[in-house]
């Protein structure tokens, strides 16, 4: 396989464009939002080298989430443009699945932050 700088930089310019467009839904830049707060949270209450991989890999994982929930949704509007019964269960599928893992990253944030929160007050 030869290796070509030229594609790889190529390659960064879609997945930028991907990023910007990301950005512009509502749902993505919430969660965004959300994260910048618990990184600050996070420098506030000096959490442990352990709980920031937590943390980092949750919000990677959530919005990474985000994206294939957001690309399934428009690819689904694009074979079907006509919402039916099957499309809206797919659709649910995947927003549950996002809503599952931040869930989840609600309880792993308590159980991170609500002791050292306790501690200052």
Not at 29 to 41: E, S, T, V
Not at 46 to 72: H, K, P, Q
Request: net charge positive; glycine share 4%; aromatic share 16%.
């Amino acid at each position: 396989m030869k290796l070509s700088f030229k594609k790889f930089l190529k390659s960064l310019k879609h997945a930028s464009q991907g990023i910007k467009y990301v950005f512009l839904q509502q749902n993505f830049f919430l969660m965004f939002l959300i994260a910048i707060g618990i990184l600050i949270l996070g420098f506030w209450l000096r959490i442990s080298y352990f709980e920031w991989l937590i943390i980092i890999f949750l919000i990677g994982f959530i919005l990474s989430l985000e994206i294939l929930n957001t690309v399934l949704e428009r690819t689904l509007d694009f074979l079907e443009p006509y919402i039916s019964d099957k499309i809206r269960m797919i659709k649910d599928l995947i927003a549950g699945a996002v809503l599952l893992s931040c869930l989840t990253a609600l309880i792993l944030g308590f159980i991170i932050f609500l002791p050292k929160i306790l501690l200052r007050f």
